[in-house]
């Protein structure tokens, strides 16, 4: 009769071993992924069914998170519905190496909201003009005081705005040279940088 405290046979403990590996290492897949996924969906069915309207961009951030090549991005907006009340409200979703410049304070998007629960939206597109109403008014004719030098771009913004030229081509050149001409801060291009720098290298190219 074989003793219930005999020493486990060679090889048993290491596959024990390697089955919880495997297990663990899958529930650290679905806990990372799942909930990305989740969002996903819910945007598809809000981007069929959702209502339409404009939202200012009040804050950006970038995330460490990505989604296939694109970038997760947190964005804080004021929305503006046709015949609603404006709201406040925070989105987080990819956007393609496209739409990285147009996503910055002050700039619009085009989004769409589920009118059960306004909250949840999903950015559509970027780069879009003010609603008439938020169009700031011309202003009576005044003398021109002396022109004043535009203070210089800064050194990261310019290298920014080259690299995106270099990764996503001269078609992108308006979008791209957003970095330089509109202020943007020097934070922002530098966090935009690596991003368009390890596009250009999947395109065998190199950014200075």
Excluded at 20 to 47: E, T
Excluded at 65 to 82: A, G
Aim: glycine share 6%; proline share 10%; charged share 20%.
């Amino acid at each position: 009769m074989s003793d219930m405290f005999d020493t486990p046979t060679p090889g048993v403990g290491r596959k024990i071993f390697v089955v919880v590996g495997i297990i663990v290492c899958l529930g650290g897949l679905v806990y990372l992924f799942v909930p990305a996924i989740s969002k996903i969906s819910s945007g598809s069915a809000i981007r069929k069914e959702g209502v339409p309207a404009t939202a200012e961009i009040l804050s950006v951030s970038q995330t460490r998170d990505r989604i296939n090549e694109d970038w997760v991005f947190d964005l804080h907006l004021r929305v503006k519905p046709t015949g609603m009340p404006a709201y406040y409200a925070r989105a987080s979703q990819p956007f393609s190496l496209l739409h990285v410049p147009n996503l910055r304070q002050g700039a619009w998007v085009t989004i769409k909201f589920d009118p059960k629960n306004p909250q949840k939206l999903w950015v559509m597109s970027t780069g879009v003009r003010a609603p008439e109403e938020d169009t700031p008014q011309p202003k009576v004719a005044r003398p021109k005081p002396a022109a004043r030098k535009s203070p210089p771009t800064d050194p990261v913004c310019q290298a920014t705005t080259r690299c995106c030229l270099i990764a996503m081509g001269r078609g992108a050149k308006a979008s791209c040279l957003a970095f330089s001409n509109t202020g943007m801060a020097p934070t922002a291009c530098a966090a935009a940088l690596p991003t368009y720098r390890a596009a250009a290298r999947k395109k065998g190219k190199r950014c200075k």
